[in-house]
């Protein structure tokens, strides 16, 4: 049994997503002891959740410290402000408004926490302990039931005069385009490039085309996994739906390159699991939009982390480091 | 008659244009001491351009320094790279391939060269003497016959891995739209916001619009300063020209702040004379495709220094910084 030795610092690291939230104790060594997770979007009150996590988080304390205090709490989420703690805003979580999170988790918790988005949080896990490490300039793209972005430049993460940069996932790739669920814009790459995005293109799609396997199955079973089934099979409606996320997903990526010319791009979440499908046509369409100064140097690669370790790790890093 | 004195260092700062060249010699108290230019695209080789610059630049070199050495030149130049001191494939140069230009510069002068994106200098030149004075985050877009940009990010310029991050008039803000007359890229900022393409848009207007002013000219007489002057005595058709710049300058621009959510967006060049013309339209359509978070945050302001001297003591701070 793994009970925490007396020097060792315990960080707890923890991922909010728009769906789920994920956690871990973990060591100055960057292990992680043990993880666990909670649903997200059940709590409609912050205080509700913040319950719901100390509960959750609580017996993995007592199996791991046997007593000891924590270091410290770090969290990625969704518009989570390093410079204030606070969460503002954020599209895909079901508090809204200004919300002090940092100084709620801190109360409830009684140790120090400090907060970040939850893609900056995912970049640094990789940065630290992933396919980036030894990297000054790259970019994480997190595509999940939404889209979020961390970006390092000379080494660093880049925060902005008020902490919230690095919103990619809203940046408008087609003006006048899909408008967006939860924020209202037109054209966002999160409105094509997230799960939710996928789903909506394959509804389409499939209503278009009714010899598409993907009418197989009743509206609420399409999503990202179902349509990859379909693709796998050969269906040539499922692989236009990957093909035209994969599009717009590059098309994007030329716009980010000639912005901050990173030595790499990173891809995470679950909507990587379409692979090739996806990423082809993103490589493809990022290629054709760059500048010839810019082809052909950039790599495109698949986060090598288990996807829930890098983003708690990552978290965990705002402590430790 | 200043003649310079023995401790003093100076330095010639140099900023290539797609149309012009403008040099000065600049002291360790950022004093530009004379200045001049030469054409830069009637010299279709590399060597003849520089033959021609150092014909224009000794006569300044005699009068001010009395037989004293420069202490280096500094360059700012399109597609101008930080790290190896060559100029690549620049759109609108008129030479091709990789120029070894830093080398070329210094071996005709005979003292040290570092050279940048002119865009770049440009931000360094506002960073250290102009209206970005304290500021860790900000970009600064040159709009003239093309789009530049220079983005410094945690107080550092972003070169990014191989030194041509910030080409953000690259970046396409209308996918399948106009095709750049020199990238052959689609839709890209540059065919939209520079001059060259404010001109474009001014003959596509006035041939749909017979009663326009802008009919009033001969084809090669359209360009930003006489769209400015139909707009200023109230052509419709000419504002609506200034309007659509606007409007895509300010997509673009919303796509740049939720990349690194800057303090300010420092405009530059020719195109800003414009004034209300372009900057109302460009607020507007900036806003309303942020997110919440982002809205009312971010300054856009017009460069305060005077349009050559900027550029001049950028290029100089990258020998005397």
Redesign the interface.
């Known amino acids: 049994m793994s009970v925490v030795q007396s020097a060792e610092r315990v960080v707890l690291g923890i991922d909010i997503g728009g769906t789920n939230t994920k956690f871990g104790l973990v060591n100055d060594q960057g292990v992680v002891l043990d993880k666990g997770s909670i649903r997200t979007n059940i709590h409609k009150e912050v205080n509700d959740f913040i319950d719901a996590l100390y509960a959750a988080v609580t017996p993995l304390l007592e199996k791991h410290l046997s007593g000891k205090a924590l270091t410290g709490i770090g969290v990625g989420v969704p518009?989570g402000n390093f410079y204030t703690g606070t969460v503002?805003?954020a599209?895909n979580l079901p508090w809204k408004g200004v919300i002090p999170f940092g100084e709620l988790i801190s109360a409830k918790f009684g140790v120090p926490c400090k907060i970040t988005n939850d893609a900056n949080a995912a970049a640094q896990g990789e940065m630290l302990f992933g396919a980036a490490q030894g990297?000054?300039?790259f970019i994480m793209m997190t595509l999940g039931t939404g889209v979020g972005s961390g970006?390092v430049?000379?080494g660093?993460l880049?925060?902005?005069?008020?902490?919230?940069?690095?919103?990619?996932g809203?940046?408008?790739?087609?003006?006048g385009g899909r408008k967006h669920w939860s924020?209202g814009?037109e054209g966002s790459l999160e409105s094509y490039a997230s799960a939710t995005g996928i789903a909506i293109t394959a509804k389409k799609m499939r209503a278009e085309f009714p010899e598409s396997m993907l009418n197989n199955y009743p509206e609420d079973a399409i999503n990202s996994k179902t349509v990859f089934e379909c693709a796998s099979q050969g269906d040539a409606i499922a692989i236009e739906v990957f093909r035209y996320t994969g599009q717009k997903l590059g098309?994007a990526l030329?716009?980010?390159v000639?912005?901050?010319?990173?030595?790499a791009i990173l891809l995470f979440g679950g909507v990587i699991r379409a692979g090739d499908f996806i990423l082809n046509p993103a490589k493809l369409h990022m290629e054709r939009?760059l500048?010839?100064?810019?082809r052909n140097?950039v790599k495109i690669i698949f986060s090598g982390l288990d996807e829930s370790d890098a983003a708690i790790l990552g978290a965990s890093a705002l402590i430790l480091s």
């Open positions: 518009n503002e805003y599209p990297m000054k300039d970006i430049a000379n660093s880049i925060y902005g005069h008020d902490g919230f940069a690095g919103e990619l809203h940046t408008i790739v087609k003006p924020t814009s098309e030329a716009n980010f000639m912005f901050s010319s990173p030595e939009n500048l010839p100064i810019f140097k």
